[in-house]
RNA sequence: GGUACCAUGGCCGAGGGGCUAGGCAGAGGUCUGCAAAACCUUUUACGGCGGUUCGAAUCCGUCUGGUACCUCCA
């Protein structure tokens, strides 16, 4: 292969090692990346749009670099349980009971508006989008080769992982810190866990009580896989074992990725994966925005500005927030911290993403001096090492802000550029911001019809009589009026420009 | 209680031993009939207490506060 990649300084945070380490793919130049999506039983919320677009920048940036990626996103369909429920109860299953529905069609309803939800936020649909429901056969491999390996063990129809034995021989608790013996100092009595040897133990296969719908047939049981299996399975299979990138959220780290660790060592006795990548997550009032804390605001009361209200009766949200000022919002914090959400943090980057859209739309509408008195090229450069530096996104946005001001500085003709000033600026705003950020201009700033071009070049005309006839109490009329009606005026040297306020 | 981590100015957030982060908001100015936009200037900072160091927001200790996870929520 002699595929060229543009960098070999790309520096990633590995939660394993808890350092940042050179990216090097094992099999350059192709790259596997596997994520933990979503599990699809109620509609996509805010804390769905971090690890989604988390990961499609890593996905667009290694691609940028020129590695050849494959990117698995698996949707989890079945075999969770609801927390709270008593009797250790699907959750899909939960769902279709009360909607009257059958379990496929509540998980295909979910996944259609997650779809629909990550479209609008310009989420590239990963290479491949795995079902659990549709990798049982694998599932049930894998728990066959953990018993015969000798680190499961079968319980009434269950089968579990051995977690005691596994430790005696591998390190059990790299990713996350934790130590068995703590675990079990420490553990709380739960229901169901008789059929365990230890409570430290997992589940690789349950057989489904009478009330379970979603079941299916295995040589220990009618019953379905265990919580942490699909994405073993998945991955191993479109992935190989070994595997560069498995990424996810911090909460998933224990136990989920954990037992991945050991289902993957015992599976495949080796270390499957490389790069251990976590996003942090999305708060409200400093507390995770989760379903399990009912805090959480869906993607569609963002988009529609519409939002149930919380415990005192107060509107989460104030107003409606495009896709791309979401998708800018997450942007503008580095994914391994928290961030925050509240309605002036949103309204910041609604406007500060705005002012990077119409920079870029006047770089359209300058004219290229003979000189140049700046040297642009560095903020390319600024750009990319920003990204090798483990995805720092807020720093690239830092430097298309400086890109934007340099824009507006030559329009007011304070300073000149050139025209390969010009072209390397567009390079770095369309190389940046929209390929590799992955934003898009959504709001058009002029009208879609003809017939609405010409009736506002007609108002305008009117305007501009009564200016020069001094009459600016109609004019004023005019401008006030049109803003109430939501078009916003501008008088430039060039005349004047109008826009649509959302 | 255990494990992992966090604490930066009015708000959101980078950085991480000496070098302006950035955005939003505020103040002043330039331009304009007035606005808007843009540009220029500008105020507010690294939770408390110790320590290491010529020098700490950055390293170490400790205290306080907060978050996530602790195995059938992904």
């Known amino acids: 292969m002699n595929t060229e990649i543009k960098t070999n300084h790309l520096k990633i945070q590995n939660t394993l090692s808890r350092q940042k380490e050179i990216f090097q793919p094992i099999h350059s130049p192709f790259v596997g990346m596997y994520v933990c999506g979503p599990t699809v039983y109620g509609d996509p919320h805010l804390g769905h749009a971090r690890p989604a677009i988390v990961f499609d ?4 940036y290694l691609k940028f670099l020129g590695y050849k990626v494959r990117y698995v996103r698996n949707i989890t369909d079945v075999g969770h349980l609801e927390n709270d429920a008593d009797e250790g109860e699907d959750k899909i299953a939960k769902k279709a009971r009360i909607e009257q529905l059958e379990p496929m069609e509540v998980a295909q ?5 997650y779809h629909f939800a990550m479209d609008k936020l310009n989420v ?19 728990v066959k080769k953990i018993l015969d390996a000798g680190y499961a063990y079968i319980s009434n129809g269950s089968v579990y992982f051995d977690v005691i034995k596994y430790s005696k021989d591998y390190h059990y608790g790299v990713l996350s810190g934790r130590n068995v013996e703590d675990m079990l100092a420490t553990t709380r009595e739960l229901d169901g866990q008789e059929e365990k040897h230890n409570p430290a133990d997992f589940a690789l296969w349950k057989k489904a009580a009478p009330e379970h719908i979603m079941r299916w047939q295995s040589p220990w049981s009618l019953g379905f896989p265990g919580w942490h299996l699909e994405c073993t399975a998945m991955s191993n299979k479109y992935l190989g074992e070994k595997f560069d990138i498995h990424g996810g959220g911090m909460d998933l780290m224990f136990p989920h990725h954990e037992s991945e660790i050991c289902q993957n060592r015992i599976a495949n006795n080796t270390d499957t994966v490389k790069y251990w990548l976590h996003n942090n997550m999305i708060t409200i009032a400093g507390k995770k925005m989760g379903k399990s804390l009912g805090n959480f605001i869906t993607l569609d009361e963002f988009f529609n500005g519409i939002s149930h209200k919380d415990a005192e009766g107060k509107e989460l949200i104030e107003k409606a927030y495009s896709p791309m000022t979401i998708r800018f919002f997450i942007l503008q914090a580095h994914y391994s911290s928290t961030l925050d959400f509240s309605n002036e943090a949103l309204q910041a980057a609604e406007k500060g993403m705005n002012k990077l859209f119409v920079a870029y739309a006047l770089l359209d509408k300058l004219k290229p001096s003979a000189t140049s008195t700046e040297d642009v090229s ?11 530096d483990d995805f720092n996104t807020p720093i690239v946005i830092a430097h298309l802000f400086e890109a934007s001001r340099i824009v507006n500085q030559a329009n007011d003709g304070k300073i000149q550029l050139n025209e390969a000033d010009l072209k390397t600026l567009k390079d770095v705003f369309d190389t940046f911001l ?7 201009i959504e709001v058009q700033n002029t009208a879609s019809s003809n017939l609405d071009n010409d009736l506002m070049n007609l108002i305008i005309e009117l305007r501009k009589q009564s200016k020069l006839n001094k009459d600016y109490t109609t004019a004023d009329f ?11 005026l501008k008088d430039t040297k060039e005349g004047t420009e109008w826009s649509i306020n959302k």
């Open 378 to 388: 560095k903020i390319y450069q600024n750009c990319l090492d920003a990204m090798d």
């Open 109 to 113: 309803l979910y996944l259609d508006k």
């Open 57 to 60: 920048i890593v996905f667009r």
């Open 124 to 142: 590239l649909r990963p290479s491949i989008e795995s079902r659990a429901s549709g990798h049982i056969i694998e599932q049930i491999d894998i």
């Open 434 to 440: 929209f390929d590799i950020l992955g934003m898009k």
């Open 478 to 488: 005019i401008r006030d009026a049109l803003t109430k009606i939501g078009i916003q």
